[in-house]
């Protein structure tokens, strides 16, 4: 069971289901989350009660400033395309339990197994003063084109930074590469959340896919939107003028061939 057919009128979950469905037809659309991949979660209220939950999801590591948080999150399986129509669907009402150890939900119901990653994005949001957050996983393909590439996280970092100026202008350039780790495991988790501590708005899981974070679900897939952009352009340059697109190895002149 999931937040809309759990009965009963609830502005403050309908409005943020609202902007997470909205997005969640913009992944769709864009063929970002294909079967039942990515993932969206909006912390978006602690002031009222959702009524009890009684299903509880512990968290890999705990959360504590969130205790009490309301969150909106994908359930585990959950398709955008689906989410994206509206009304709930795929989506969980849950509320962040004592400690910040759990989620706590509706019978039946279990959030998507990135869950502990969204929540040390929103830990890192509530800690910069952020009174709401929303953290959006996405496999966005010229980042996984990009995977292939083996320079070093800060050279690749670089080059997106270098290949579309919105990476610094509106990211402020934080933006971090992580090497792979499990999906779903406590180790990604753990680097994911050390990333968003330290400052990240966008980061990157090689191989595998992207996160980003910001105020609203629709700030989040900025980030997500603009690093991507800036992949897709590196690798377009790479086509265009030879070279790798990064690693910073210079580009081959074409004419000369
Ligand atoms: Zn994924």
Excluded: Y
């Amino acid at each position: 069971m999931t937040a809309g057919d759990s009965g009963g009128p609830d502005p403050a979950f309908r409005a943020a289901g609202a902007a997470v469905a909205s997005v969640a037809a913009h992944l769709a659309a864009r063929g970002w989350a294909e079967a039942s991949a990515g993932n969206i979660s909006f912390s978006f209220d602690r002031l009222s009660d959702p009524g009890p939950r009684t299903e509880e999801h512990a968290l890999q590591f705990p959360v504590p400033d969130l205790e009490g948080r309301r969150v909106a999150i994908t359930a585990s399986g959950s398709r955008m395309r689906q989410t994206g129509q509206g009304g709930g669907r795929g989506l969980l009402d849950a509320v962040t339990g004592t400690g910040g150890r759990s989620l706590l939900t509706l019978p039946g119901v279990r959030p998507t197994s990135e869950a502990s990653s969204h929540m040390l994005g929103h830990l890192s949001a509530a800690r910069r003063g952020m009174a709401t957050s929303a953290v959006v996983h996405a496999h966005t393909p010229a980042l996984l084109v990009l995977a292939s590439c083996r320079a070093a996280p800060g050279t690749i970092v670089h080059d997106l930074r270098k290949a579309h100026p919105e990476v610094d202008l509106l990211l402020g350039g934080a933006v971090e590469w992580l090497e792979p780790r499990e999906p779903g495991s406590p180790a990604l988790a753990e680097a994911t959340g050390g990333a968003f501590a330290g400052g990240a708005r966008c980061v990157v899981w090689r191989g595998h896919g992207v996160l980003g974070l910001g105020a609203c679900p629709d700030e989040a897939c900025d980030a997500v939107e603009i690093v991507e952009t800036a992949a897709r352009l590196l690798i377009e340059r790479a086509s265009v003028f030879g070279g790798h697109g990064c690693c910073g190895s210079p580009a081959r002149d074409r004419r000369r061939t």
